[in-house]
């Protein structure tokens, strides 16, 4: 026999609205769609914008990777450069908790971002410009633990290279190096 139990019904209802409403309160709002202004320099926007104008012109590259003493080089063609750039993009220091998180030292040819905490990633950012353009980005982020210790230091300098180095110490199994070079 069947027996009807209204409260099923409800129970359905509200876990699907406790579902949605947990997924949308954890998408967090990026600073750009808050309408807040950025604080430093958007290295997120900026290398967006290099992937679109990349894969646009879908440059040829004299790509190098190596790995410890291993090195190996070729002359290809990026097929993501959203994926080849990532590394940069992650970069990005505008999060809302951050924006007192860097001290900003400013030439007429560079600005240099330092980070205050020794928890920050990203250490250091700089940019260099000619002509009111940017000619190069170097960026070192660091991450360290018990276990762990990784650096990385990444250069860009747009319509010349990028160079990506990588080099990880983990306490037990020792160290690694990486390194990525595309010259254009």
């Not at 012109?57 to 190098?64: A, C, F, R």
């Not at 170097?138 to 230091?153: G, R």
Request: one cysteine or more; a positive charge.
């Amino acid at each position: 026999m069947y027996w009807y139990n209204p409260f099923k019904k409800y129970t359905i209802y509200a876990s699907v609205l406790l579902l949605l409403g947990s997924s949308y309160a954890c998408n967090k709002p990026e600073i750009k769609e808050t309408g807040a202004e950025l604080k430093y320099f958007d290295l997120k926007g900026y290398f967006e914008k290099e992937a679109t104008r990349l894969t646009a012109l879908n440059p040829q590259v004299d790509k190098s990777v190596a790995h410890n003493a291993e090195t190996e080089s070729k002359n290809v063609r990026i097929g993501s450069w959203k994926k080849e750039l990532n590394l940069f993009t992650e970069s990005d220091i505008n999060k809302p908790a951050w924006k007192l998180s860097y001290d900003v030292q400013t030439n007429a040819d560079s600005t240099v971002y330092a980070a205050k905490y020794p928890e920050l990633k990203t250490r250091r950012i700089v940019i260099r410009k000619k002509a009111g353009q940017v000619s190069e980005i170097a960026i070192v982020n660091n991450t360290h633990n018990i276990l762990y210790n990784t650096t990385e230091k990444l250069q860009y300098a747009p319509g010349n290279y990028y160079r990506i180095e990588k080099t990880q110490k983990v306490k037990v199994m020792g160290g690694n190096s990486y390194m990525i070079k595309g010259k254009f």
